[in-house]
Structures are given as C-alpha cells and as structure tokens.
C-alpha cells in the first residue's frame, strides 16, 4: 500500500483518509444519517443515533482500548530481567527507538521538541542502553503532514545526551512514517554491521512496527539478515476490569484512536 501510494503521487493523503476512518468522525457521520432518517423511519433513525452515541461513548472508555491492544493488535510482552541480561552477552547489536510525534514551539522550551510518546520511548531506550550498554540509534524525520523544522532523531539526540546523559550513537532523521523509519533504519545499521535491533517503540504500535522492520529486512541482500527483538513501551496489564474502565474520558479517546490507527494499518499493509 505505501509504495502504491508513493507511485501515484497519494502519500501525503495518508493522515486525511486515516481522520476520515477513525473515532470521532464514523459515529458522528452515523449520528447525523440517523437524525436525516428521523423524518422517513423513525426507527431505524433511532437506531442510527443510538448506535453511534453508543459507538462513540464506547471509543472513549479504557475498557476498549485494552481490549483493542491485547485481544486485536496482541503486541509482544515487555522485556523481562532474564531477556535484558541476555541481550548484554550479545555482540553487533542496536536498539533502535521509533519516533513519535513532535510538539510545536512548546514555551517553556522556547522550541519545538519531543512530544510525550517521544519521550516516553526516548526514556525506556535510554534505560535499556544503561542496563546493557548497547548503542542506540532514533529514527524519525519530519511527518507528512508537518511543517518544516528540526527532525525528531534530531531532537532527541539533543535530549539524549543534555538531559539523559547518554548521547545517541545513530540519528535517522529522513524518515516520515513507519515504513520509511524500517528502510532507512534497516539500511544505516546494516552498513554498520549491526546484526541485531532491539525495537523499541509503544506496545500498540509494536506489531505494524516489526511488520514493517521484518518487510525491510527481508528485501535486503546483505547476509546475514538483521534480527528482531521487540521490547514495547506501556503495554497494557490484563486484569479485572474496574467501573470507570466503562466511563469515557480523554486518555480513552487517545488510547482507541492509536489502536484503531494501528488496526487499520495492518489491514491495509501500512
């Protein structure tokens, strides 16, 4: 889909369609059909309303969202201490953080810089860099839909080393979305003869992530093909569910729509 898209000129309409399919603007859509079929069927006018209040109360609640992440997207599980201690015996390896997102002329800073999934991210590579004393690299450019400036691996190189101390040994500062952060990042470590990443990017986002890495590395003709080890960020525990999991609130909202997101760029190969 990404390469159909670049080849017909489409890409940067990528953000659009995705605003089109997801949570707020289908239930809104369904409300307003609903409300047009008040006039001719009553019923099934009411059904329509009801149908996206209930949809949209539904894409707000945490309940969904961890349903979503575990039972439909199924990242893979955190590192465990066993899996960290293992990963300090291994030789020509890398971790590689995703970027996500940047927040715009933020003035406490002056500046444009990391968003918080960036920094969350940016935090737990930095961590596992210290705990294994593997390099590190960030991949992330400018998005399609953002205005020029200073990339994200740029940015969080700066805060690597001023304020975790632990400067970034790899900046890739080109790439515009998942696919091109697997490419491009794929292709710099290859040529420093990396045989290894470890991933680390948010758990929703885990699986189109080493979809796309192993994509990457399979078109590759250097020998031997890098490996994979996944180490999510903030996956959600599995657990009983509590009364205000059901109640809509702003983290809701944001969790659905980043699962959702996820789950419709799998479908289409994103």
């Not at 291994?90 to 002329?105: D, K």
């Not at 192993?214 to 250097?222: G, K, L, N, P, T």
Request: hydrophobic share 45%; aromatic share 6%.
């Amino acid at each position: 889909m990404n390469e159909l898209l670049l080849n017909v000129g489409l890409a940067h309409w990528k953000p659009v369609v995705a605003t089109l399919l997801l949570p707020p603007v289908p239930m809104l859509v369904l409300v307003l059909l609903g409300t047009r079929m008040l006039f001719s069927r009553q019923w099934l006018g009411w059904l329509m309303v009801l149908a996206g209040v209930a949809a949209m109360w539904l894409s707000c609640t945490t309940a969904l969202s961890r349903a979503l992440t575990l039972g439909v997207l199924k990242p893979a599980p955190a590192l465990t201490e066993a899996a960290v201690t293992e990963l300090k015996r291994q030789p020509r390896t890398a971790i590689v953080i995703l970027g996500g997102g940047r927040q715009f002329s933020a003035p406490e800073y002056g500046t444009t810089t990391l968003n918080a999934r960036s920094v969350e991210r940016l935090r737990y590579g930095v961590w596992l860099s210290r705990e294994t004393g593997l390099p590190m690299a960030f991949s992330g450019g400018i998005g399609r839909t953002e205005v020029s400036g200073r990339s994200e691996a740029e940015l969080a190189g700066q805060i690597a080393e001023r304020e975790f101390r632990q400067p970034l040994r790899w900046q890739e500062v080109q790439s515009r979305d998942t696919h091109e952060n697997a490419l491009r990042s794929v292709a710099l470590l290859q040529a420093q003869g990396i045989e290894r990443i470890v991933l680390v990017t948010h758990a929703y986002h885990m699986p189109r992530s080493m979809r796309n890495f192993e994509q990457a590395i399979a078109r590759s003709e250097v020998k031997p093909r890098i490996t994979l080890v996944a180490a999510p960020v903030a996956r959600p525990k599995l657990g009983p569910w509590k009364p205000n999991d059901w109640l809509p609130s702003l983290r809701g909202f944001e969790e659905n729509y980043l699962a959702m997101h996820e789950m419709l760029g799998l479908l289409v190969g994103a």
